[in-house]
């Protein structure tokens, strides 16, 4: 079984960590390395920096979300064990894959490094360390919404959000994904519903952006019709506005911007300004290094500090 990470195998919490024995060795870290890492924590109850490296490693094997486990042994109550793994010094970690000692290192490291570690022991055992895992999940996501897929987009967003609630590019694309379905209701609860830490995240604003698009979209009128009346009266600035939402409601993006680039050159100050903030709801609801969102800027910067 796969978990959206796709670590398979991925154990209960309560399964992630324990304490091991002589007796039990051989199962708790030899034969349970052939299905993940086992990351081995020889420590005693009289050493200081095992107090504090003994919790950061459970952080850190606990957010790797079962691609690897941890034993701890106390070498105090387990001599043999210390004496043949030649452990001198404590706390000393091991890490085993397939049954083999494969990394490890002795003394106490910052939080950071200890993260580094269990990275680095996932990728030698052939796994993806989490943050890697979830940014392949979400760009697996993104590739179903861009190939019409919205349904599953929003299946495989809410899963990852099931892993990762404040993940805010899973959010984003989960209202994105409503988006694309036409259930512009859901999106906007969804959006609303985002956790405060990241309300105001770039991935959410960009929905937010796409959501309010979607809204004049719905009521955008013809294009040929507003093209029409806009040759008729080039100084009709309300056509030229409607004729670039529109576009945008067509896919015609880049024709849009022109048109509102175009009002804003003869009225930048129409109707509050209402051409400069349309492009920037435009602009917000695109990638970043869109083309069209470079050129577009570019453009609007040249004319606003002419």
């Avoid at 950061?56 to 042994?73: D, H, N, Q, S, T």
């Avoid at 906007?188 to 309300?199: D, F, K």
């Avoid at 093209?227 to 080039?234: G, H, L, S, Y």
Wanted: charged share 25%; aromatic share 6%.
């Amino acid at each position: 079984m796969m978990d959206i990470l796709g670590n398979a195998g991925a154990a209960p919490a309560g399964d992630l960590i324990k304490d091991s024995s002589e007796a039990t060795f051989m199962a708790d870290v030899i034969d349970a390395s052939n299905e993940v890492p086992v990351i081995v924590d020889f420590w005693a109850p009289w050493c200081g920096p095992c107090k504090t490296l003994g919790p950061a490693l459970e952080e850190a094997v606990k957010a790797a979300k079962g691609a690897v486990r941890m034993v701890k042994v106390n070498v105090d109550e387990n001599q043999m064990i210390a004496a043949q793994l030649r452990i001198q010094s404590i706390p000393t970690v091991y890490a085993f894959h397939k049954g083999q000692p494969i990394d490890g290192f002795q003394g106490a490291l910052p939080p950071s490094e200890v993260k580094a570690f269990i990275d680095r022991v996932i990728k030698a055992a052939g796994g993806a360390a989490p943050g890697e895992a979830m940014a392949e999940a979400i760009a697996a996501a993104e590739e179903m919404l861009e190939q019409g897929a919205a349904v599953d987009a929003a299946q495989t967003f809410a899963a990852i959000l099931g892993e990762e609630p404040n993940n805010p590019a899973a959010y984003g694309g989960l209202v994105r994904a409503h988006i694309a379905m036409g259930d512009l209701d859901q999106a906007e609860a969804i959006l609303n519903g985002a956790p405060a830490e990241i309300s105001h995240a770039a991935e959410l604003e960009a929905a937010h952006a796409q959501l309010e698009l979607a809204k004049q979209a719905a009521d955008a009128g013809p294009v040929a019709e507003l093209q029409a009346r806009v040759e008729a009266n080039p100084d009709d600035h309300q056509a030229r506005f409607d004729l670039a939402q529109a576009l945008y409601a067509n896919g015609r993006t880049q024709e849009a911007v022109d048109q509102l680039l175009e009002l804003f050159r003869r009225d930048r100050t129409w109707n509050d300004e209402a051409a400069k903030k349309q492009l920037f709801t435009i602009f917000e609801a695109l990638k970043p290094n869109d083309p069209i969102v470079l050129n577009g800027r570019r453009k609007l910067s040249s004319m606003i500090f002419a």
